[in-house]
């Protein structure tokens, strides 16, 4: 079966430090790869994605860069805010009969100090 | 305007009680989704749910039982209530069912004592 494996937390940083976050998965056929972001008290939201070998995807500074030979995922940004702790979310779709059922990694929550 | 949203945000009851929880998406999408969030933050799907055609994640226990009165809505409805499934409950949606992207709800904090 699919699963998805994420550096567990808490991630302290001080404002403007480098993030990297890990994420590997184990998946048959070939997975599309996502990170969702949750801030406090909210729902998640699509941080960014990867729907094939060797593609980056990126948003708001953050980038991710699938990885097959390495069943990788990993989560950086050259320099966080305040603004960016929130609890982060590695994921994998495999489409088939039932959709785009999202398998989740545990999550690791980001603490960015000023 | 809200795209995906939940009622109530806050469900406290007790052991033994039937709750019902509502999502609702404005989206137009075809396909909705049931997640359930631990005390752990961790994830996992329940149900999917595309033109009237219900995927089940057969870990689920059939006390779960998902309704879609329209293609806008679907609930949660969960029979004789357990301690163990006090969680944080969300709603998602999708454009398709192969689409990628799914939309979440800000989600129910489901407390049973």
Redesign the interface.
């Known amino acids: 079966g699919n699963s998805v494996t994420q550096m567990e937390g808490p991630v302290t940083l001080s404002e403007e430090a480098f993030l990297t976050i890990n994420c590997t998965y184990t998946a048959t056929g070939y997975p599309?790869l996502?990170w969702?972001v949750q801030y406090p008290?909210?729902?998640?939201?699509?941080l960014l994605?990867a729907?094939k070998a060797d593609d980056k995807g990126s948003n708001k500074g953050f980038e991710a860069t699938y990885r097959k030979e390495t069943t990788s995922f990993h989560l950086e940004k050259g320099s966080v805010q305040v603004s960016d702790s929130a609890?982060y979310?590695c994921a994998l779709?495999t489409?088939n009969?039932?959709?785009?059922?999202?398998?989740?990694g545990?999550?690791t929550?980001l603490m960015v100090k000023p | 305007d809200t795209a995906v949203s939940q009622t109530p945000k806050y469900l406290v009851t007790q052991m033994g009680n039937d709750k019902s929880i509502k999502c609702e998406q404005n989206l137009g999408h075809d396909t909705m989704y049931w997640y359930k969030q631990d005390s752990k933050k961790f994830l996992k799907i329940m149900f999917s749910y595309n033109n009237k055609e219900l995927i089940i994640n057969e870990t689920v226990p059939n006390r779960f039982s998902p309704k879609s009165p329209d293609k806008a809505h679907l609930n949660l409805h969960i029979n004789s209530l357990e301690l163990g499934d006090s969680a944080v409950y969300f709603c998602a949606s999708s454009q398709a069912r192969s689409s990628y992207e799914q939309y979440f709800g800000p989600g129910t904090r489901l407390t049973v004592t």
């Open positions: 599309s996502f969702y008290g909210e729902g998640l939201q699509l994605k729907t609890v979310f779709s489409n009969n039932a959709g785009n059922m999202l398998t989740f545990g999550g929550r």
